[in-house]
Nanobody, 125 residues
Framework: QVQLVESGGGLVQAGGSLGLSCAASGRSFSNNAMGWFRQAPGKEREFVATISSGGSTRYADFVKGRFTISRDNAKNTVYLRMNTLKPEDTAVYYC???????????????????WGQGTQVTVSS
């Protein structure tokens, strides 16, 4: 059974940093795109960042220059380093993995087949 388990969320002051991890089990995702999405209270889930099987990355405009996505295929894990956090970054953060091994960059929720349970990130002002 495939599982994605996020960790690293928490409470941080504005301007601070947090690092999220997402460990996958049940199958290897080294040849699959992986991504991070988030959902703030009362809002729809939105794309944050993605990393292709080849290591190419793309970010939502609102996190460019502040967040960094990376992956360790040996550990079957994807990371999200978040710097200069703002109160508007408060949300539940979800990692996702694409089932297909086709290369490319994927922004849509529907592109991803596997999801973690989410981890809460709260940024205080």
């Amino acid at each position: 059974q495939v599982q994605l388990v996020e960790s690293g969320g928490g409470l941080v002051q504005a301007g601070g940093s947090l690092g999220l991890s997402c460990a996958a089990s049940g199958r290897s995702f080294s040849n699959n795109a992986m991504g991070w999405f988030r959902q703030a209270p009362g809002k729809e889930r939105e794309f944050v960042a993605t990393i292709s099987s080849g290591g190419s990355t793309r970010y939502a405009d609102f996190v460019k220059g502040r967040f960094t996505i990376s992956r360790d295929n040996a550990k079957n894990t994807v990371y999200l380093r978040m710097n200069t956090l703002k109160p508007e970054d408060t949300a539940v953060y979800y990692c996702a993995a694409r089932g297909s091994t086709y290369g490319g960059i994927y922004y849509r929720e529907s592109d991803y087949n596997y999801w973690g349970q989410g981890t809460q990130v709260t940024v205080s002002s």
